[in-house]
């Protein structure tokens, strides 16, 4: 296969391999093209020192403080699972120091590149184990829910290293190349120990293509193995957080234009509208308009619904 444009995100997507090909994992680089050259390549990149050592911190002892806090709320907490490995959910409304993160200019660059300028916030997550785990989870493609035969992400999942990713730790085992494997490789996954582990350090990103097949190692030093995930999908894809849903109006009054349209305050061609949006705006191919939460939503006979706010109590 040659190489072929998307037309929509303007994604070039390199061409296929023969066959279920694993390729090494690529070096960690500071070069952000370098880096896209090797999401281009691998289908997955670790781009060095994303985040200050500071940052590193700060965002790992905001993130332990908020896991003990979740935990106290007992069944009002999020559902984590048995697993040693945790996943928090939404931190949308859990601190502008994650906010930060998804109009991070790396973050930026990367979805662009991948996705195109209308990408949206599909989740933001925090990912860190508890103690040990004994065997890898579930190897799987982030896009599993799109069409196997699409050439191109719909769906990147970057993540922001708060401790080094090592394989005693449970780091990420992936298989670059993946992304362009043909398509009767993409449905059943490949045996996890085909696949390599990343070994990055802290403050790094680590990118993948929504296509790469991957899974959680297992972390046999039990080791807290902390990442902050920014999901990002194409503008057509349903978000993983229905993000108009679980976010506090306090965040979509406090956020950037930017960061609105991330959430998905932002139509897409004819997708994405609140009662409805104007059909000037429709008209523009793949274009894309602010919308805003109106104070009501009609209803039969012209009825006016107050739209409910969810605000802090
Ligand atoms: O925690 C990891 O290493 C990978 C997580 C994962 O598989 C995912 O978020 O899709």
């Known amino acids: 296969m040659e190489s072929k444009r998307e037309q929509q995100s303007g994604y070039i997507q390199a061409p296929a391999l023969a066959g279920p090909d694993v390729l090494p994992v690529p070096e960690p680089t500071q070069d952000l093209q370098q880096a896209l050259d090797d999401l281009y390549h691998y289908g997955c990149c670790i781009l060095l020192n994303a985040l200050t050592t500071d940052q590193v911190?700060?965002?790992?002892?905001?993130?332990?403080?908020?896991?003990?806090?979740?935990?106290?709320?007992?069944?009002?907490?999020?559902?984590?699972?048995?697993?040693?490995?945790?996943?928090l959910p939404n931190l949308v409304n859990k601190g502008q120091h994650y906010l930060d993160l998804v109009e991070h200019e790396s973050t930026h660059a990367v979805?662009?590149?991948?996705?195109?300028?209308?990408?949206?916030?599909?989740?933001?997550?925090?990912?860190?184990?508890?103690?040990?785990?004994?065997?890898?989870?579930?190897?799987?493609?982030?896009?599993?829910?799109?069409?196997a035969s699409i050439?191109?992400?719909?769906?990147?999942?970057?993540?922001?290293?708060?401790?080094?990713?090592t394989a005693a730790?449970?780091?990420?085992?992936?298989?670059?190349?993946?992304?362009?494997?043909?398509?009767?490789?993409?449905?059943?996954?490949?045996?996890?120990?085909?696949?390599?582990?990343?070994?990055?350090?802290?403050?790094?990103?680590?990118?993948?293509?929504?296509?790469?097949?991957?899974?959680?190692?297992?972390?046999?030093?039990?080791?807290?193995?902390?990442?902050?995930?920014?999901?990002?999908?194409?503008?057509?894809?349903?978000?993983?957080?229905?993000?108009?849903?679980?976010?506090?109006?306090?965040?979509?009054?406090?956020?950037?234009?930017?960061?609105?349209?991330?959430?998905g305050l932002k139509t897409y061609g004819t997708l994405g509208n609140i009662n409805g949006t104007r059909v000037s705006h429709q008209r523009v191919a793949f274009g894309s308009t602010d919308v805003e939460f109106p104070t009501a939503l009609i209803g039969e006979n012209a009825e006016l619904i107050p739209l409910p706010e969810t605000r802090k109590m």
């Open 169 to 263: 730790r449970g780091s990420t085992v992936i298989f670059p190349g993946s992304h362009r494997w043909p398509i009767e490789h993409r449905v059943s996954p490949p045996a996890a120990a085909k696949g390599h582990q990343v070994t990055a350090p802290a403050g790094s990103l680590f990118v993948f293509d929504g296509r790469l097949w991957h899974g959680t190692g297992a972390n046999l030093e039990g080791h807290r193995r902390r990442a902050i995930s920014v999901f990002c999908s194409a503008p057509w894809v349903r978000q993983q957080e229905n993000a108009c849903v679980s976010t506090t109006r306090d965040v979509f009054e406090q956020a950037s234009p930017d960061l609105r349209a991330r959430l």
């Open 57 to 87: 911190t700060d965002l790992a002892t905001r993130m332990d403080r908020q896991y003990a806090a979740e935990l106290k709320l007992g069944v009002l907490g999020p559902e984590l699972g048995p697993s040693n490995k945790k996943v």
């Open 151 to 165: 050439d191109f992400p719909a769906l990147c999942n970057l993540f922001y290293l708060l401790d080094d990713f």
């Open 111 to 147: 979805a662009r590149y991948l996705l195109g300028k209308h990408w949206l916030l599909s989740s933001l997550t925090a990912h860190l184990f508890v103690g040990a785990t004994e065997r890898a989870e579930l190897i799987h493609r982030d896009q599993g829910q799109i069409p």
